[in-house]
């Protein structure tokens, strides 16, 4: 616990967030991280669908998708649904 | 100030009673699911909604786990929520209960005590509510049906306050109250309306940085009773804790306003004295009961016995100070529990009342008498005989069996 949290006295009741979920960096859960092999990958879009932390998106300007490590809880669903198998899970 | 308005006398029975006071509190929603002996609430307030006698949404659940998640969810919305339940149906809302106080939810709950399983039975005694003794609601134990219809009314007011904001259940005894029909002072609807008022929101912080009143509105998009971690949770627990401390004054509040319209008060609203401040020997006990002990004290009293009461109205939250003030100068005390804490060495009044006179200057005798359990009959002449078993420990200064059963066959 660092200085910065709050007393029960400056909390609202309830659980009331006072800040956003994005900020709760919930990246460094994971054991096992997903790598990409670009060569590979066909852009289809599958692990961007399939990822339940919504942490794999889509850049058009790139054309190519990318990894949020701040959020990716390395869940592995990504490289189990991949259909070229592109996607390893290394462990960090 | 007193300013007493007139009321009109109907007959009513406890559950009667509980059904018309919810009624012209002005509930939002009711979410429910019968069970005897609380069935009448549940009948007659869905009467009260099918007549058009009310504007309340009546959600039928298909478990008492849904009927309390249904009114958290309402709760947290904003709305009045009202539901009832008894025993197996209490025990069910079990995890709910939790959830409900945890999130603040102001919900008001009728619990008609019933014990329960196994072996089943319908029969009154208090084993459901203590159960729940620990899942953060504040409970009120009424001892006829007016103070069924007066602590309902009082409920919502208590709960919503934004300094207390937690759930009340207000108990009584199954069949004793539930079923007996009494005459009940009601007020016109328009004086309840008025007395139980419009919720009030607290404003709370949230997550995009405003503040907004406290519930859940896509307006001002909020998270209520998210994930809280080590880091957290406890903090959490603390302010239910608060909570419950504030609760004890504005109970105390609440019913001295209600107290100034209707004329009836009920001790100073967490407990109730009767004959107690030259009592050498006292009972304590929750609900119906009080009414037949005191019976009793009248006759002793007739007698030259110095027998007194103190009929704790709010066992959640304890009113440790009121307990010490008000058994200051009594020898002998015998609480009466109308459920087990099984291998808790006696019941969990007694507990209780025993580890808050752990605090007093003075340590009088403190025995217990388990009764009543399933809806065993307890008699003028069995409080008499508990009466005359404290007087003999306070002449003998000695407590022969510190737990006894109350009409048990050995």
Same mark, same amino acid.
């Given at each position: =616990?660092?200085?910065?949290?709050?007393?029960? $006295?400056?909390?609202?009741?309830?659980?009331?967030?006072?800040? +956003?979920?994005?900020?709760?960096?919930?990246?460094?859960?994971?054991?096992?991280? +997903?790598?990409?092999?670009?060569?590979?990958?066909?852009?289809?879009?599958?692990?961007?669908?399939?990822? +339940?932390?919504?942490?794999?998106?889509? $850049?058009?300007?790139?054309?190519?998708? @990318?990894?949020?490590?701040?959020?990716? $809880?390395?869940?592995?669903?990504?490289?189990?649904?991949?259909?070229?198998?592109?996607? @390893? =899970?290394?462990?960090? | 100030?007193?300013?007493?308005?007139? #009321?009109?006398?109907?007959?009513?029975?406890?559950?009667?009673?509980?059904?018309?006071?919810?009624?012209?509190?002005?509930?939002?929603?009711?979410? *429910?699911?019968?069970?005897?002996? #609380?069935?009448?609430?549940?009948?007659?307030?869905?009467?009260?909604? *099918?007549?058009?006698?009310?504007?309340?949404?009546?959600?039928?659940?298909?478990?008492?786990? !849904? *009927?309390?998640?249904?009114?958290?969810?309402?709760?947290?919305?904003?709305?009045?929520?009202?539901?009832?339940?008894?025993?197996?149906?209490?025990?069910?809302?079990?995890?709910?209960?939790?959830?409900? %106080?945890?999130?603040?939810?102001?919900?008001?709950?009728?619990?008609?005590?019933?014990?329960?399983?196994?072996?089943?039975?319908?029969?009154?005694?208090?084993?459901?509510?203590?159960?729940?003794?620990?899942?953060?609601?504040? #409970?009120?134990?009424?001892?006829?049906? #007016?103070?069924?219809?007066? !602590?309902?009314?009082?409920?919502?007011?208590?709960?919503?306050?934004?300094?207390?904001?937690?759930?009340?259940?207000?108990?009584?005894?199954?069949?004793?109250?539930?079923?007996?029909?009494?005459?009940?002072?009601?007020?016109?609807?328009?004086?309840?309306?008025?007395?139980?008022?419009?919720?009030?929101?607290?404003?709370?912080?949230?997550?995009?940085?405003?503040?907004?009143?406290?519930?859940?509105?896509?307006?001002?998009?909020?998270?209520?009773?998210?994930?809280?971690?080590?880091?957290?949770?406890?903090?959490?627990?603390?302010?239910?804790?608060?909570?419950?401390?504030?609760?004890?004054?504005?109970?105390?509040?609440?019913?001295?306003?209600?107290?100034?319209? !209707?004329?009836?008060?009920?001790?100073?609203?967490?407990?109730?004295?009767?004959?107690?401040?030259?009592?050498?020997?006292?009972?304590?006990?929750?609900?119906?009961?009080?009414?037949?002990?005191?019976?009793?004290?009248?006759?002793?009293?007739?007698?030259?016995?110095?027998?007194?009461?103190?009929?704790?109205?709010?066992?959640?939250?304890?009113?440790?100070?009121?307990? /010490?003030?008000?058994?200051?100068?009594?020898?002998?005390?015998?609480?009466?529990?109308?459920?087990? %804490?099984?291998?808790?060495?006696? &019941?969990?009044?007694?507990?209780?009342?025993?580890?808050?006179?752990?605090?007093?200057?003075?340590?009088?005798?403190?025995?217990?008498?388990?009764? &009543?359990?399933?809806?065993?009959?307890?008699?003028?002449?069995?409080?008499?005989?508990?009466?005359?078993?404290?007087?003999? /420990?306070?002449?003998?200064?000695?407590?022969?069996?510190?737990?006894?059963?109350?009409?048990?066959?050995?």
């Amino acid at each position: =616990m660092t200085s910065q949290e709050k007393s029960w $006295k400056e909390i609202s009741p309830a659980g009331v967030c006072w800040k +956003p979920s994005t900020e709760f960096l919930t990246g460094d859960w994971k054991t096992y991280k +997903p790598i990409r092999d670009l060569e590979k990958c066909t852009r289809c879009l599958f692990c961007v669908l399939f990822c +339940p932390d919504g942490a794999i998106h889509w $850049k058009p300007e790139k054309e190519d998708i @990318e990894f949020d490590y701040n959020f990716c $809880k390395g869940c592995g669903i990504c490289a189990n649904e991949c259909p070229t198998k592109a996607i @390893e =899970m290394k462990l960090e | 100030m007193k300013s007493v308005i007139k #009321q009109e006398v109907l007959a009513l029975n406890g559950d009667e009673a509980v059904a018309y006071a919810a009624k012209q509190a002005d509930v939002d929603i009711v979410a *429910a699911y019968p069970i005897t002996p #609380q069935t009448i609430i549940v009948e007659r307030f869905s009467e009260y909604v *099918a007549n058009g006698e009310v504007e309340t949404e009546f959600v039928c659940t298909e478990s008492e786990h !849904s *009927a309390m998640t249904a009114c958290l969810a309402a709760a947290t919305a904003g709305a009045r929520t009202f539901t009832a339940t008894a025993s197996a149906g209490l025990a069910l809302m079990h995890e709910m209960l939790f959830v409900t %106080s945890g999130c603040r939810a102001p919900v008001v709950m009728a619990v008609v005590n019933r014990a329960l399983s196994a072996p089943i039975n319908i029969h009154g005694d208090h084993s459901d509510s203590m159960a729940e003794r620990d899942s953060g609601w504040i #409970q009120i134990y009424a001892e006829n049906a #007016q103070e069924v219809y007066d !602590s309902t009314i009082q409920a919502f007011r208590i709960a919503e306050n934004p300094e207390v904001l937690l759930p009340v259940m207000v108990c009584l005894d199954g069949f004793t109250l539930s079923h007996t029909l009494e005459n009940v002072n009601v007020f016109p609807d328009d004086v309840v309306k008025k007395f139980v008022g419009t919720r009030q929101l607290p404003q709370v912080l949230t997550h995009e940085g405003k503040t907004a009143p406290f519930k859940l509105d896509p307006e001002n998009p909020m998270t209520m009773g998210p994930i809280a971690l080590p880091n957290y949770y406890f903090e959490f627990k603390r302010q239910q804790e608060e909570a419950m401390k504030n609760a004890l004054n504005m109970i105390k509040q609440v019913h001295d306003k209600y107290a100034q319209i !209707s004329d009836r008060s009920y001790g100073d609203g967490l407990a109730e004295k009767y004959h107690l401040e030259d009592a050498e020997i006292a009972i304590i006990c929750l609900g119906s009961t009080a009414g037949t002990v005191k019976t009793v004290i009248d006759e002793l009293r007739a007698e030259g016995v110095k027998a007194g009461l103190l009929r704790i109205r709010t066992f959640r939250p304890l009113p440790v100070k009121e307990i /010490i003030k008000a058994l200051e100068n009594v020898t002998g005390i015998a609480v009466m529990d109308r459920a087990m %804490s099984f291998g808790g060495n006696g &019941g969990p009044v007694y507990h209780e009342v025993r580890h808050v006179l752990y605090g007093a200057d003075k340590h009088p005798y403190v025995i217990n008498y388990i009764y &009543g359990l399933g809806g065993r009959d307890t008699s003028p002449e069995q409080i008499r005989k508990i009466y005359e078993d404290l007087r003999r /420990i306070i002449q003998t200064q000695r407590v022969e069996e510190p737990i006894k059963y109350v009409g048990l066959r050995e």
